[in-house]
Each structure stands twice: as structure tokens, then as C-alpha cells.
């Protein structure tokens, strides 16, 4: 006895630790989650740091540079020079030869360069603002398509779960069918074609939950893939389909003002827009002349020895200042064509964005009109549920009476099956739809 008090005192608290880890999700839970963990919407945000860098890479090469140089050299075999003799008292005619130098120098300079002024520096850093906009809005169109993918997954899991339950219920109802009419057929008061219909009404709805099974586990494992946590790690929904899709009923947002503006792909476009118009100043620049400023400081020392470390080393300073002017002449009309090009591109890009935002515009109408048929054919598949289960139910009454055959229970329960897979898929097209209503509407 004190044995086992001792292993459950040991035992529990892991039990209790191991149900705590097991994450509980509404949706909105679920979709804040995958916001900060989902692996698009981490290297989305990864996307706007590199962005903020390269702007600052593209600012700091018109800010001072400073660079500095050291070179050694060991002349293992030193040049030789001839020089008549007569310069050293020979005799005319003659040369003497004559090494110049010591064998061993070593050089060391630091060189400031700033540069004064680069038309497409210039542009180059109005460009890194443009490509740092769209980076937050592509991290935008990440966090909206990640929502919208939560909101997927999320209905898929519930919607697999739903098809378990029904189908373990139409099972234990055939079940209990087959049992009584093997029953009857024994006794002699039935017919082996009444058995072999529920037989196969009884295997192929066997089927269906094994499949339902597998699909609720797969579900799981795409919305743990969603959420940015290992797919095996079990997660319990906390929301229910029928209350879900309720609260997804909402025809107020069918009259929502509209500012296309605040769409994340008109805002892509614009920002494509943008570029083309930096790429042309940037062809254009190309005709500006350049101005950059230097100076060096540098010395040399020479020796016989490596002996340019010490104190005593003598070193000889030089210092130069100076300014580089580089004016571009003529191109054989290369630097034209390129700007025509950059002038035909933007012209591209302003007729892409006439369109993106008809095609806008398009989508919104399009996604009332999908939302609206969910909703009424949710309500179309809720009544025609409601009917089927009234006429399965009929008939179970008239065959148990032997007022009705097998075929026409099975015709009634196969009806049953359709209507209640349509009835769920109906809540879940509900729910997608809002949502991509929503992301248009960028809600």
C-alpha cells in the first residue's frame, strides 16, 4: 500500500505536466499563434530586418570610407644596373655594375575616400525605402494568408472530427439493423436480400470512419504545421462547427466600406509601380557625371634586414589629396537605350496596376457573392438534413413494421449519409468564405 501511494505521488505530477502541455486552441487563439510562430510569417519578419540592413548598406557607401594597405618585399635577387665607369674615375667606355637599393622595403598607407556626388547613389537609397515598404506589406500579405490558412486547417480538423462522430453513430445504427434482421432471417420470417443490403450499407459506411480516422489525424498534423509546431504534438480544439459557423453569419460585412488603398495587393502593386518609376531616374543618372574626394597617408621604409619593427627603423611619410571627376561622354547611345527600356517598363507597370485594381475590385464582388451562396446553402443542407433524417427515421419504423424493403432503408440511410457530409461541408464553406472575404477586405 505505501508502495503504490508513493508511485502515485511520483506519477501524478507528470500526468498533470503532460495534460498542461497539450495545447488548448479557439480560433483566435490558433490564429494569433501561427501569427508569431508559422514559418512564412517568421521569415517574413526576418525579411524586414534584412530590408532595414540593406538600406543602411546602400546609405553607408556615400558616407566616408577609410581603407588601409601593407605591402613587404624581399628582392631575393636584386636588379643590376650598368653605369659607364668614367662616372666612378674608369675608363671611358667601360661600365660598372651597380645594385640600386636595399633588398628588403616595406610600404604602409591609410587612404580616406567621400564621395561628393552620384546621381544613382541617390537612387539607389530612395530605392531601399521603396523595397523596405514592400517588405512590410509582403509581411502583411504573409499574416493575412497565414490567417486565412489557420482558419483552413482549423475547419478541416473540426470538420474530420464531425465526420468520426456521424459516422460512428450511422455505424452503431446498422449495427443494430443487421443484428435484428439476421435475427429475423434465422427465425424464417425474413430474406437473406434484406441481411446482404445492410451487409453492404454496413461495410461501405465501415469505410468511411476508418478513412474519417485517418483524415482527423492527417487535419492535425497540417493545422500543427500551420500553427509552426512538430505536427506529432497532440492539440484539442476548443470550438464546436455549428457555433463557429454562426458566428461566421455576419451579412454586415457584406456593406463594409471598401478603401481599395488599404488592400495589401493594391499596395504591392503600387510598390512595383514605384521601382519601375527609381529604375528610370536610375538610367537616367547614369548621364550625371561623378565627384569623389580622397586623401592618403601612407610611408616606406627600406632595409637590408626585417628590422622595419623596431624603434629605430627609419620611415620615409607621403600624403596625397585629391579629387576624381569622371564625366560620361558618349556611349554609342547605350546609356538611351537603357533609359527607353526603363521608360517602357514603367509604362508596363502603370497598365498592370489599372488592372490589379479592376481585378481587385473583381475579387471583392466575386467573394460577397461565394459568401452569400455559403450562407444560404448552409441553411439549404441544414432543412435537407433535417428532412432526410425524418424519412431514414420513417423508414426505419415501416421496415422494422415490414412495410418497407431493405433497398428502399438503404436508398433512405445512403440519403441520410449524403446530407449529412453536405450539411457539413456547407459550415465549413461559410467559414472559408468570410475569410476570404475578409482578406480582400483586409479585416
Same mark, same amino acid.
Given at each position: 500500500?505505501?508502495?503504490?501511494?508513493?508511485?502515485?505521488?511520483?506519477?501524478?505530477?507528470?500526468?498533470?505536466?503532460?495534460?498542461?502541455?497539450?495545447?488548448?486552441?479557439?480560433?483566435?487563439?490558433?490564429?494569433?499563434? @501561427?501569427?508569431?510562430?508559422?514559418? %512564412?510569417?517568421?521569415?517574413?519578419?526576418?525579411?524586414?530586418?534584412?530590408?532595414?540592413?540593406?538600406?543602411?548598406?546602400?546609405?553607408?557607401?556615400?558616407?566616408?570610407?577609410? %581603407?588601409?594597405?601593407?605591402?613587404?618585399?624581399?628582392?631575393?635577387?636584386?636588379?643590376?644596373? =650598368?653605369?659607364?665607369?668614367?662616372?666612378? !674615375?674608369?675608363?671611358? *667606355?667601360?661600365?660598372?655594375?651597380?645594385?640600386?637599393?636595399?633588398? $628588403?622595403?616595406?610600404?604602409?598607407?591609410?587612404?580616406?575616400?567621400?564621395?561628393?556626388?552620384?546621381?544613382?547613389?541617390?537612387?539607389?537609397?530612395?530605392?531601399?525605402?521603396?523595397?523596405?515598404?514592400?517588405?512590410?506589406?509582403?509581411?502583411?500579405?504573409?499574416?493575412?494568408?497565414?490567417?486565412?490558412?489557420? #482558419?483552413?486547417?482549423?475547419?478541416?480538423?473540426?470538420?474530420?472530427?464531425?465526420? #468520426? =462522430?456521424?459516422?460512428?453513430?450511422? &455505424? @452503431?445504427?446498422?449495427?443494430?439493423?443487421?443484428?435484428?434482421? &439476421?435475427?429475423?432471417?434465422?427465425?424464417?420470417?425474413?430474406?437473406?436480400?434484406?441481411?446482404?443490403?445492410?451487409?453492404?450499407?454496413?461495410? /461501405?459506411?465501415?469505410?468511411?470512419?476508418?478513412?474519417?480516422?485517418?483524415?482527423?489525424?492527417?487535419?492535425?498534423?497540417?493545422?500543427?504545421?500551420?500553427?509552426?509546431?512538430?505536427?506529432?504534438?497532440?492539440?484539442?480544439?476548443?470550438?464546436?462547427?455549428?457555433?463557429?459557423?454562426?458566428?461566421?453569419?455576419?451579412?454586415?460585412?457584406?456593406? /463594409?466600406?471598401?478603401?481599395?488603398?488599404?488592400?495589401?495587393?493594391?499596395?504591392?502593386?503600387?510598390?512595383?509601380? =514605384?521601382?519601375?518609376?527609381?529604375?528610370?531616374?536610375? @538610367? &537616367?543618372?547614369?548621364?550625371?557625371?561623378?565627384?569623389?574626394?580622397? #586623401?592618403?597617408?601612407? !610611408?616606406? +621604409?627600406? /632595409?637590408?634586414?626585417?628590422?622595419?619593427?623596431?624603434? !629605430? $627603423?627609419?620611415?620615409?611619410?607621403?600624403?596625397?589629396?585629391?579629387?576624381?571627376?569622371?564625366?560620361?561622354?558618349?556611349? %554609342?547611345?547605350?546609356?538611351?537605350?537603357?533609359?527607353?527600356?526603363? &521608360?517602357?517598363?514603367?509604362?508596363?507597370?502603370?497598365?498592370?496596376?489599372?488592372?490589379?485594381?479592376?481585378?481587385?475590385?473583381?475579387?471583392?464582388? /466575386?467573394?460577397?457573392?461565394?459568401?452569400?451562396?455559403?450562407?444560404?446553402?448552409?441553411?439549404? +443542407?441544414?432543412?435537407?438534413?433535417?428532412?432526410?433524417?425524418?424519412?431514414?427515421?420513417?423508414? $426505419?419504423?415501416?421496415?422494422?413494421? *415490414?412495410?418497407?424493403?431493405?433497398?428502399?432503408?438503404?436508398?433512405?440511410?445512403?440519403?441520410?449519409?449524403?446530407?449529412?457530409?453536405?450539411?457539413?461541408?456547407?459550415? #465549413?464553406?461559410?467559414?472559408?468564405?468570410?475569410?476570404?472575404?475578409?482578406?480582400?477586405?483586409?479585416?
Amino acid at each position: 500500500m505505501r508502495t503504490t501511494l508513493i508511485t502515485l505521488f511520483l506519477v501524478l505530477p507528470w500526468l498533470t505536466m503532460a495534460q498542461d502541455s497539450i495545447p488548448s486552441l479557439s480560433l483566435d487563439q490558433a490564429i494569433t499563434y @501561427a501569427l508569431e510562430h508559422n514559418y %512564412s510569417a517568421i521569415n517574413a519578419s526576418r525579411d524586414i530586418v534584412d530590408a532595414q540592413k540593406q538600406k543602411w548598406e546602400t546609405i553607408a557607401t556615400g558616407l566616408n570610407q577609410i %581603407s588601409g594597405a601593407v605591402s613587404y618585399q624581399n628582392q631575393l635577387k636584386q636588379p643590376v644596373s =650598368q653605369i659607364p665607369a668614367e662616372f666612378f !674615375g674608369g675608363e671611358p *667606355g667601360t661600365y660598372q655594375e651597380v645594385v640600386f637599393g636595399q633588398a $628588403q622595403s616595406m610600404s604602409a598607407s591609410a587612404t580616406l575616400t567621400q564621395q561628393i556626388f552620384d546621381g544613382s547613389y541617390i537612387v539607389g537609397v530612395q530605392a531601399t525605402k521603396t523595397f523596405l515598404e514592400y517588405s512590410r506589406n509582403n509581411k502583411e500579405k504573409t499574416e493575412l494568408e497565414v490567417r486565412k490558412a489557420v #482558419v483552413e486547417a482549423y475547419g478541416n480538423v473540426l470538420l474530420a472530427q464531425e465526420s #468520426v =462522430q456521424i459516422s460512428e453513430k450511422n &455505424k @452503431a445504427t446498422l449495427e443494430k439493423n443487421l443484428y435484428e434482421t &439476421k435475427r429475423i432471417y434465422e427465425n424464417g420470417l425474413g430474406d437473406e436480400e434484406s441481411v446482404d443490403q445492410l451487409q453492404i450499407t454496413l461495410s /461501405s459506411v465501415d469505410n468511411q470512419l476508418k478513412n474519417a480516422r485517418r483524415l482527423e489525424k492527417i487535419t492535425h498534423q497540417m493545422l500543427n504545421l500551420v500553427l509552426g509546431i512538430p505536427i506529432e504534438t497532440p492539440t484539442v480544439l476548443t470550438e464546436n462547427l455549428d457555433d463557429l459557423t454562426q458566428r461566421q453569419i455576419d451579412f454586415g460585412l457584406l456593406d /463594409s466600406e471598401f478603401n481599395i488603398e488599404n488592400n495589401v495587393d493594391y499596395k504591392m502593386a503600387a510598390n512595383l509601380n =514605384q521601382q519601375r518609376a527609381l529604375e528610370l531616374k536610375l @538610367a &537616367k543618372s547614369y548621364a550625371l557625371p561623378t565627384l569623389n574626394a580622397f #586623401v592618403n597617408y601612407g !610611408g616606406n +621604409s627600406f /632595409s637590408d634586414n626585417f628590422n622595419f619593427l623596431n624603434s !629605430g $627603423q627609419k620611415w620615409f611619410a607621403s600624403s596625397i589629396l585629391g579629387v576624381d571627376l569622371n564625366i560620361p561622354i558618349f556611349s %554609342s547611345l547605350k546609356r538611351s537605350a537603357g533609359t527607353q527600356r526603363a &521608360k517602357i517598363a514603367l509604362e508596363k507597370a502603370k497598365t498592370q496596376f489599372t488592372e490589379a485594381q479592376a481585378q481587385i475590385r473583381l475579387q471583392l464582388e /466575386s467573394a460577397k457573392s461565394d459568401y452569400i451562396l455559403a450562407i444560404e446553402q448552409y441553411g439549404t +443542407s441544414k432543412a435537407n438534413l433535417e428532412l432526410a433524417e425524418r424519412i431514414e427515421n420513417k423508414n $426505419q419504423i415501416k421496415y422494422a413494421e *415490414g412495410l418497407a424493403t431493405s433497398f428502399d432503408l438503404r436508398q433512405a440511410q445512403t440519403q441520410l449519409y449524403t446530407s449529412q457530409q453536405e450539411y457539413l461541408q456547407s459550415m #465549413v464553406d461559410v467559414i472559408n468564405k468570410k475569410t476570404e472575404l475578409e482578406t480582400i477586405l483586409n479585416k
